[in-house]
């Protein structure tokens, strides 16, 4: 009785396993912004699109596409959103009852029409390069239920749809992180002077801090900025600080955070880690479990 129980139990496991699926997509990064892109096949259809951890809906889509999927509503009401260039943005919201993604299935997804966002900067006297509007967009909220793991320097995301945390190899260190409503995944650096809570976020090319939130010895420019400023030094380059993760088990490998005078008040973090602090760093995310792991890169 009891080989057949324990017979029962490896056939449950085996089972399990083989059930549980691993995606792996490739990245690639736009040439002058180095926004991650991903392809994702939607209901057997591929597409392009931005990956942009900063935004709290699961898909930003263009609205004749929204219009045109099955098994989708739309919301009486819609959603307002403020960027970092302080622009409010107005969207029409939507459910979607179900979406085959890459193989995974993915239910009650929360959509917006898509609509331009975001802050450009050029350290040249050209103007800076435009997003592409019309790419749409993956938030952080799509892989809700998923294992989600960042792999920027190999240039590469993971979805993973039944992986038990319990085997997570020991070269990930758990790391302590907060979620905000309105401004997603936040963890803590520290310039060994003071600590800060910093965004998450695949759709910044380059990590900040709000100059307000910079200790009172940094003193701000005698010119007060009524909008988003790079503070820049004596070359016309960004001004930037020395910031590294606050947990002494993971090896320290020092962030230049660009300091950025301005920003809108609704914005409540003191900054954003973005694609230079991940191609440092993979992060592995399991929001189901409000877990969160870090590794260096390399």
């Known amino acids: 009785m009891r080989l057949s129980s324990l017979f029962f139990i490896f056939i449950c496991i085996a089972i399990k396993t083989a059930m549980a699926k691993e995606v792996v997509l490739p990245v690639t990064f736009t040439k002058d912004t180095h926004i991650a892109k991903v392809v994702l ?45 302080g622009k409010i943005n107005e969207t029409q919201k939507f459910l979607i009852k179900h979406l085959d993604i890459n193989g995974l299935n993915y239910d009650n997804i929360n959509a917006e029409e898509l609509k331009p966002w975001g802050w450009s900067y050029s350290s040249t006297t050209e103007q800076a390069p435009a997003p592409d509007d019309n790419l749409p967009v993956i938030g952080l909220p799509l892989f809700q239920n998923h294992i989600f793991t960042l792999d920027f320097a190999h240039k590469k995301i993971i979805i993973d749809d039944g992986q038990d945390s319990t085997q997570i190899n020991q070269q990930w260190i758990a790391f302590p992180y907060n ?93 954003l880690l973005g694609v230079d602090f991940l191609k440092k760093y993979s992060v592995k995310i399991d929001q189901k479990n409000q877990q969160l792991w870090i590794k260096p890169a390399f």
């Open 179 to 271: 979620i905000h409503p309105k401004e997603g995944i936040i963890i803590n650096l520290t310039d060994q002077k003071k600590t800060y809570s910093l965004v998450l976020d695949t759709g910044a090319s380059m990590s900040f801090i709000k100059g307000k939130s910079l200790p009172a010895a940094i003193k701000p420019p005698a010119a007060k900025s009524e909008e988003a400023t790079l503070r820049l030094n004596k070359k016309g380059n960004p001004q930037t600080v020395k910031i590294i993760l606050t947990n002494p088990s993971i090896r320290k490998i020092p962030i230049r955070a660009a300091i950025m005078d301005g920003m809108p008040e609704q914005f409540e973090s003191d900054g």
């Open 41 to 85: 096949n939607i209901n057997g259809k591929p597409s392009q699109f931005q990956l942009d951890t900063g935004s709290q809906t699961a898909l930003h889509l263009p609205l004749n596409t929204l219009q045109q999927l099955p098994d989708t509503t739309k919301n009486q009401n819609t959603n307002k959103s403020l960027d970092l260039s």
